[in-house]
């Protein structure tokens, strides 16, 4: 069965550089969501589209942006990067509505900033 | 964690005993979802109880639910060194916005 894909697996960037991560959930699912995850820490809820409107927002820095596409696949954008950020960012997705089941989520992508 | 604490944060035992995680969480909630992660792997869905459910079995899990104390556990039973992994606990809102708040997970070492 067809996995939420992410791109890139691996990412190196610099101080100040700009990463856009890539997020294309299960087919019909019309709901994207992105985490960020430190270094030993649990994943942190950054923001979320259904119907690729913004549905809801976490604690995502205002240099970060994302947005879903009408192919309801999602892009987080990430500009003027720092040290902190470097992180595994999860992409999950589902079906709107009553959350009766789990959510589906993408292998990650590891971004390292330097 | 935004959410709260799962006990113990470290949990060392050998093949065959038996693993129980605990979770605490701060809000009300629609449904409470444990998963599992390999380390530095993606998060892995294992079961999930909705807030009007005591208690949910799938295969060597068990979940308990108890809202009154705003807790869950977790039961591995005749755990295998394949179940080393970390194991979080995670609520979805009453908001039913869908975003899940993880606690702060479970790290679990089988010993073969």
């Known amino acids: 069965a067809a996995g939420v894909i992410q791109s890139p697996r691996h990412l190196i960037k610099e101080k100040r550089e700009t990463a856009t991560l890539k997020c294309y959930p299960i087919?019909?699912?019309?709901?994207v969501y992105w985490y960020q995850q430190g270094p030993g820490q649990d994943p942190q809820f950054l923001i979320s589209?259904?119907?690729?409107?913004?549905?809801d927002k976490g604690s995502i820095p205002d240099r970060f942006s994302a947005q879903q596409f009408s192919d309801y696949h999602s892009e987080l954008n990430m500009s003027s990067l720092e040290l902190g950020d470097s992180a595994l960012y999860f992409c999950a997705s589902s079906l709107q509505g009553p959350a009766n089941y789990g959510y589906t989520f993408g292998s990650g992508t590891r971004l390292t900033v330097v | 964690s935004q959410q709260g604490e799962e006990d113990p944060q470290a949990l060392s035992i050998q093949e065959g005993e038996n693993a129980t995680m605990n979770c605490s969480y701060k809000?009300?909630?629609?449904?409470l979802q444990w998963y599992r992660q390999n380390s530095g792997r993606g998060l892995v869905h294992l079961i999930l109880i909705r807030s009007n459910e005591r208690e949910k079995h799938s295969g060597r899990l068990r979940v308990t639910l108890d809202t009154s104390k705003k807790s869950s556990s977790l039961l591995i039973t005749a755990s295998r060194a394949a179940d080393t992994a970390s194991y979080f606990c995670a609520t979805g809102g009453s908001s039913n916005t869908g975003k899940l708040i993880f606690g702060q997970g479970t790290t679990l070492q089988v010993k073969p």
């Open positions: 589209f259904y119907e690729k409107m913004q549905s």
């Open positions: 087919p019909r699912h019309d709901t």
């Open positions: 809000t009300s909630i629609n449904n």
